[in-house]
């Protein structure tokens, strides 16, 4: 993974982590999940998918795997009624397990951040076995659309682009998964799109606060001001924005995501 996680794990990150299911998060991958598969879940965060994934191919065996320590007690705490998940600190790009060890190798949102999205899925295909599964869902914020248009969320986009690509990532990775599993040696590969979609007020001031919030709280403001990408004062503009996007009664945001599966 990225030497540094962009978004970092304060609570307007995390928030919108713990909401994600294998229901709202990789529906795409659920048909193939039944009773007795391995699975290592690459990046699993607070591990709000892992527990669904769990409950899925239970009694098989599921791998919690993040680059962070800390998160991993939110993934303990959150896959509690689960006795078939372990937990692993993992690097993605240098996976510690054997070739072909698992039966799918599962990653939402993680290859928009690393620094070799090629090399990773290289290495989730090494530890699948031979027919296995390699899955990967990540956003494409180039698609992300929204309306209204308060002028002061216009700053959004440039600034977390900057951030993010100087971090080391791609934030429009979801348009270019296809072509990093056909890089990556893959030939046998299925590809979808979904979306999440913010309008009802709950939503909208939940949205608002995660995006918003962690412009101004998370380690992405941090970036960028350490950066040069944006001042203070700018950032809290543009948190301002967003929260006028949450109180109109016309306010509606949609984030397209790309999805792979990819046979072994």
């Not at 928030?15 to 598969?37: C, F, I, Q």
């Not at 689960?82 to 799918?104: K, P």
């Not at 001042?231 to 984030?255: C, H, I, M, N, P």
Request: hydrophobic share 40%; proline share 5%.
């Amino acid at each position: 993974m990225a030497p540094a996680y962009t978004h970092g794990h304060h609570a307007s990150v995390l928030s919108a982590h713990k909401w994600r299911t294998v229901d709202n998060s990789a529906a795409y991958l659920a048909e193939h999940l039944r009773p007795g598969l391995s699975v290592l879940d690459v990046g699993c965060g607070p591990g709000t998918i892992t527990a669904g994934l769990a409950e899925r191919v239970a009694p098989g065996r599921v791998v919690a795997a993040d680059s962070a320590e800390t998160v991993l007690d939110e993934a303990r705490a959150n896959t509690a009624g689960s006795d078939n998940v372990e937990f692993a600190v993992a690097d993605v790009h240098a996976l510690d397990y054997a070739d072909g060890t698992f039966d799918i190798v599962h990653a939402h949102q993680v290859l928009q951040h690393v620094a070799d999205p090629v090399g990773a899925l290289r290495e989730m295909r090494r530890v699948t076995r031979p027919g296995g599964l390699v899955a990967a869902r990540d956003a494409d914020f180039g698609a992300m659309i929204w309306y209204p248009e308060p002028p002061g969320m216009a700053a959004w986009l440039p600034v977390y682009y900057a951030v993010a690509r100087g971090n080391g990532g791609e934030p429009d990775a979801g348009r270019r998964l296809v072509s990093w599993a056909r890089a990556a040696g893959f030939t046998d590969v299925t590809a979808s799109s979904s979306t999440w979609c913010y309008s009802t007020p709950a939503d909208r001031e939940w949205w608002s606060e995660s995006w918003g919030g962690r412009m101004i709280r998370s380690s992405v403001a941090e970036h960028a001001v350490a950066g040069g990408h944006a001042t203070r004062g700018e950032l809290q503009k543009v948190y301002e924005g967003w929260k006028a996007w949450a109180a109109s009664d016309d306010g509606w945001f949609s984030v397209t995501h790309g999805e792979i599966v990819c046979r072994a």
